[in-house]
C-alpha cells in the first residue's frame, strides 16, 4: 500500500512557476509508476504527465509537453510536477496518483490518490 501526501502548488501569474510534491511512504514506491492529474471545476480529472518506477519512461499531455516537468527521486521517496510557462487554463487541483501502468492516462487505472492541491493561475 502506498499512501500520498502532496504540497506546494498555490498562485501564480500567467507565464510564471509553480511546483507540487508528492511525499510517499510505503516500501513499494521505488517500484511504483506515478501519475500526475488536474481537475478544473466542472470538468472531469484529465491526465497531465507520468514516469516509470526508474525514473525514465516520462510522458506528458500535449497541453503542458514543454512546459511541465515531472521527477522523482525514489531515495526520497518523492514525485514532483515542475511548471513553468503557466497559462490560466493551467488552474486546476492537482493530485498525484500511483499504480498508473505506463502508457496510460486513465485516471481509473489509479491505485492510489494524493489529497489534491489548488494551483490557480491570474492572467
Known amino acids: 500500500q502506498v499512501q500520498l501526501v502532496q504540497s506546494g502548488g498555490g498562485l501564480a501569474q500567467a507565464g510564471g512557476s509553480l511546483r507540487v510534491s508528492c511525499a510517499a511512504s510505503?516500501?513499494?514506491?521505488?517500484?511504483?509508476?506515478m501519475g500526475w492529474f488536474r481537475q478544473a471545476p466542472g470538468k472531469e480529472r484529465e491526465f497531465v504527465a507520468a514516469?516509470?518506477?526508474?525514473?525514465?519512461?516520462?510522458y506528458y499531455a500535449d497541453s503542458v509537453k514543454g512546459r511541465f516537468t515531472i521527477s522523482r527521486d525514489n531515495a526520497k521517496n518523492t514525485v514532483t510536477l515542475q511548471m513553468d510557462s503557466l497559462k490560466p487554463e493551467d488552474t486546476a487541483v492537482y493530485y498525484c496518483?500511483?499504480?498508473?501502468?505506463?502508457?496510460?492516462?486513465?485516471?481509473?487505472?489509479?491505485?492510489?490518490w494524493g489529497q489534491g492541491t489548488q494551483v490557480t493561475v491570474s492572467s
Open positions: 514516469i516509470a518506477w526508474s525514473g525514465g519512461g516520462t
Open positions: 510505503g516500501r513499494t514506491f521505488s517500484s511504483t509508476n
Open positions: 496518483g500511483a499504480g498508473l501502468p505506463h502508457g496510460s492516462r486513465w485516471h481509473g487505472n489509479i491505485a492510489y
